[in-house]
């Protein structure tokens, strides 16, 4: 070892030895950087209260100054560890060594960024130190070092918000902030025209119906699909649910389909069919397809209404096995109002009026609206609601379609 390396090593057991007991003129010590880039160094008399007051600093020669706070950039403490090592950096050798130990004494006494220098010098000095890479967060990839950032990046990754992503997914995390925003908005709108549709004023009200009319924007949809939930007004519920179709979102036909078959009004279910119509959705068969299983009897011909409306052929076969559905219905057993009389085996008697409760029973229903949807669709064909003259019928018309008439 060089003898400069050597006295170097020296003093750094002698300093780790005596602890360096005496910096105390450290625990009070600051650098203070200012805005135009100069330092002052120091001890803390006062710090401020906030940003409007001052410190109080006591220079190494005993003058007391008084700064704005507001011209600090950075403020550092100077610890004890801090001085140390200043000592011990001094006349440090340009050794693998020398920097490891040092690097190694700044890791024992948290003094992470000075470690961190040292580690740096370390590789460029011997750029295959192990060690040193893996302790600043490289890895062997496939021969190469590579940080964590480089090896990402070679992946095509990206930083984004602490985490590493792929573009197409910061692309999709962006457009969805831009949606969320524009969505935030359209709430803020749509509830000051809804509130002015009932204002005094004609021109507020005038100007609300013009402006909810004019809505073309797919942001706008869960605005307008919660405004519609909680509208009771059917002259509200009409301008809404046209704006909603007008912005042709996937939210837009699964609210219109759903009022379509559970909103009380015929007005407005009728009005969501003609929307529909105009949107033409592979979606909307689907969700009414769905829809003839409902529990409810009044959903199924509902469903069947907007089949109907719609005139695809691909609903024939959920139409025929929705003609006639199964459902559970409550009854009160036994006539209301009856008196019944018992008796036990010890001779007392009891006397009650409709005692017994409602039960559950199984019904059979034809619907009427299915039936109708299937007429129509097989072009005033009917058989009633026979299933499986219906069957029979649908698949002879199916084959004949698939006979393949043209001469070799």
């Known amino acids: 070892m060089p003898s400069a390396a050597i006295k170097w090593h020296v003093a750094l057991t002698a300093l780790l030895c005596a602890g360096m007991a005496s910096a105390a003129r450290g625990d009070d010590a600051y650098i203070f950087v200012l805005d135009n880039g100069s330092r002052l160094r120091g001890e803390l008399v006062s710090a401020p209260a906030n940003a409007a007051l001052t410190y109080t600093l006591r220079t190494e020669s005993g003058v007391q100054l008084t700064i704005d706070s507001r011209r600090v950039a950075q403020a550092i403490r100077v610890t004890p560890e801090l001085e140390r090592y200043q000592t011990l950096r001094h006349g440090l050798p340009d050794t693998v ?84 925003a524009a969505q935030i908005d359209w709430f803020r709108k749509l509830r000051q025209w809804h509130d002015w549709i009932g204002d005094s004023r004609r021109d507020r009200a005038n100007e609300a119906v ?35 179709a007008q912005t042709q979102s996937a939210l837009a036909v699964n609210t219109l389909v759903d009022l379509s078959i559970t909103d009380n009004d015929e007005e407005v279910r009728l009005t969501c069919l003609d929307q529909l119509k105009s949107l033409d959705r592979p979606t909307i068969q689907e969700r009414y397809v769905r829809a003839l299983k409902n529990n409810n009897n009044a959903v199924v011909n509902r469903a069947a209404v907007g089949l109907r409306r719609l005139g695809n052929q691909d609903a024939v076969i959920p139409l025929i096995d929705a003609l006639v559905t199964t459902h559970r219905t409550k009854i009160a057993s036994g006539n209301p109002g009856q008196m019944s009389t018992s008796f036990s085996p010890g001779g007392g008697g009891t006397f009650g009026f409709g005692g017994n409760k409602p039960r559950n029973v199984k019904q059979e229903i034809s619907n009427r609206e299915v039936l109708s949807a299937l007429v129509e669709l097989a072009d005033g064909q009917t058989f009633g609601y026979d299933q499986r003259a219906w069957t029979y019928w649908y698949t002879t018309q199916t084959q004949a379609q698939a006979v393949d008439f043209r001469r070799d």
């Open 210 to 244: 013009q402006q909810i009319a004019a809505i073309r924007d797919p942001a706008a949809a869960k605005a307008l699909a919660q405004l519609l939930d909680e509208e009771s007004r059917r002259p509200v519920k009409l301008l809404l649910i046209r704006a909603l």
């Open 97 to 180: 060594e020398s920097h490891w130990k040092l690097a190694e004494w700044c890791a024992d006494n948290g003094l992470d960024a000075q470690r961190r220098s040292h580690l740096e010098r370390i590789v460029r000095l011997q750029p295959d130190h192990a060690e040193a890479r893996r302790l600043l967060g490289y890895r062997d990839v496939d021969g190469q070092w590579l940080t964590r950032a480089e090896e990402m990046t070679a992946r095509g990754m990206v930083l984004f918000e602490g985490s590493y992503r792929t573009a197409q997914e910061v692309e999709i995390i962006e457009q969805n902030r831009k949606i969320d």
